[in-house]
Every structure is written in structure tokens, then in C-alpha cells.
């Protein structure tokens, strides 16, 4: 029986696996046809795809996607790609493109609105969905992409006001307001109310934002920051895209599995 993808169309490349695949909902043995917009779920074993001009892509076992002629959307998993500029991997709205010829990385998906791109050969570039540049991974590096839910705090500044950067430790108080301690501007507090600073306090950062006079609790007057994009030791987020940027270097010597995950997983707290 053809599938879906498969009724009336060509053939866009082959799925092989040392066991059994599902394309388009349906059990596999071995190997597999594959057409436009086929969808390959691996199961215990890993799958291997060849598609057209040189694109080899292996996806780990428990791994799910949608083949393309130039594509794939990962919905969740793990795939290895290696191809040229001409194909590109979709992850969670990423996009993941081969920047050199004989490119060759690990993109997952884990659960969550997470994505996370290792180089092995080569180099990879990652852009978001509006086309905006988040990031190039070369060799020994990868970079954790973590989509950031919506702004949080107790109050929102004006929408208009003075462009601020300032450079600093980020602080919380007992009632849970999050500050920054401005050390190039005399040593001055900004309240800071738009963004996700929770998990930076503590950290020494750079923050761009639009500033304004703000009143505290006790009547006071203190000015108020509502960040535009935010840089830290080891990443960055921007309110442009929403999504937080950290990048590792992947450790030297160990398999694939290891490295991928010494490469991805979160930096320790500081």
C-alpha cells in the first residue's frame, strides 16, 4: 500500500535500518522508499537516510521526522547530518544549515522547546524562524538553544523611555524583584522587570534595555529596565527571537553519545 507521501510522487532518497522503521504510520522491515514529506520514526535501532547530492542523515533511535527533497523536521530526537549547503535541518523553528562542504553535526530536539547543535566537521549556521541570526557553531563547539516563556515581573516600564546598557552582577531581593547592579554607572541599582533574569542571579552581565522612572513599594522612586537582549559568560538572550543561546566546548576524546551530551548539557549553576 503507498502512503500519503508516496501516491504519485518520486522518490526522494531510502531509509535503512538493522531492524523495524515506521513511514507514514506504517511498519517497515529493513528498508524504505522515501518521498516528499515522508515521516520516519525510529524505533530501537538507529535509522539511516541517503537522500539526493551526498546527504546522509542518521537518526537515533526513538527519533521522529519529516523527510524533504532540501529538509527535514526534526520533531524530536537526535539526527546526525552530514550534506552541503544545499539541505538544511528544522528543529523546533530553527533552522540548521551546513555552512562548508563536508559538514557533518549532531542536532536534538530533547523535550521542551530545547534545541542543540554540535559541530563535528565543518561548520553549522542557526537562524530563527524570521530569519534572524542566532549563531555558528564550528568543530569542539556546541550551542543549547532554550526558548524562553513569556516576559515576567511585578511591573512593566512605559513602552517609551531612554536606551540603557549597563554591566553588572544580577541580584534578587526577599520579595523575589530581580536588579541589576550597575557597576559603570556609579554603582546604581536598576530594577529590572521585563525578561527572564532568574536564572542569572548572581552572574555578571551586560544588558541592553529601555530605562524609565518607576516607583518602589515604599514610595520611592528607582529606574526601571526592560531588557532588549542580555549577554552573560558563555551565551545570550534577545527579546527579538526569545530564545536563550549558551554554548560548551565538546569534550575531547569520548564517543559520540558522550560527547553530544557533555557538549549539551546546561552549565552548572555559578
Not at 540548521?96 to 534545541?115: Q, W
Not at 549597563?166 to 530594577?191: M, R, V
Not at 534577545?238 to 558522550?258: D, E, F, Y
Request: aromatic share 6%.
Amino acid at each position: 500500500m503507498l502512503s500519503n507521501a508516496a501516491a504519485g510522487s518520486v522518490s526522494i532518497g531510502t531509509a535503512s535500518a538493522r531492524g523495524n522503521l515506521r513511514v507514514d504510520s506504517y511498519q517497515v522491515e529493513n528498508n524504505a522508499t522515501l518521498f516528499n514529506g515522508s515521516v520516519v520514526e525510529s524505533g530501537q535501532a538507529s535509522v539511516d537516510l541517503r537522500l539526493g547530492k551526498g546527504t546522509e542523515i542518521t537518526m537515533s533511535k526513538d527519533t521522529s521526522g519529516t523527510v524533504y527533497s532540501d529538509h527535514l523536521v526534526l520533531q524530536h530526537g537526535q539526527g546526525e547530518l552530514a550534506a552541503t549547503g544545499a539541505f538544511h535541518l528544522d528543529a523546533n523553528g530553527l533552522h540548521v544549515t551546513p555552512l562548508s562542504s563536508g559538514s557533518r553535526g549532531l542536532i536534538s530536539v530533547p523535550d521542551g522547546n530545547t534545541v542543540e547543535v554540535a559541530a563535528l566537521t565543518g561548520s553549522f549556521g542557526i537562524v530563527d524562524a524570521d530569519g534572524k541570526m542566532l549563531g555558528n557553531v564550528i568543530p569542539g563547539k556546541a550551542l543549547h538553544f532554550a526558548l524562553q516563556a513569556a516576559s515576567t515581573g511585578t511591573a512593566s516600564p512605559a513602552t517609551t523611555g531612554t536606551i540603557f546598557t549597563g554591566t553588572g552582577p544580577i541580584a534578587e531581593d526577599a520579595q523575589g524583584n530581580f536588579y541589576l547592579y550597575d557597576t559603570t554607572d556609579g554603582s546604581k541599582f536598576y530594577q529590572i522587570t521585563c525578561g527572564d533574569p532568574a536564572k542569572l542571579v548572581g552572574k555578571h552581565v551586560t544588558l541592553t534595555g529601555t530605562v524609565v522612572t518607576g516607583a518602589t513599594p515604599a514610595g520611592g522612586a528607582i529606574e526601571v529596565v526592560c531588557i532588549s537582549n542580555i549577554r552573560y559568560p558563555g551565551g545570550y538572550w534577545s527579546s527579538a527571537s526569545g530564545w536563550v543561546v549558551t554554548g560548551v566546548v565538546v569534550a575531547a576524546g569520548t564517543g559520540l553519545a558522550v560527547g553530544v551530551y557533555e557538549a549539551t548539557k546546561p552549565a552548572a549553576s555559578q
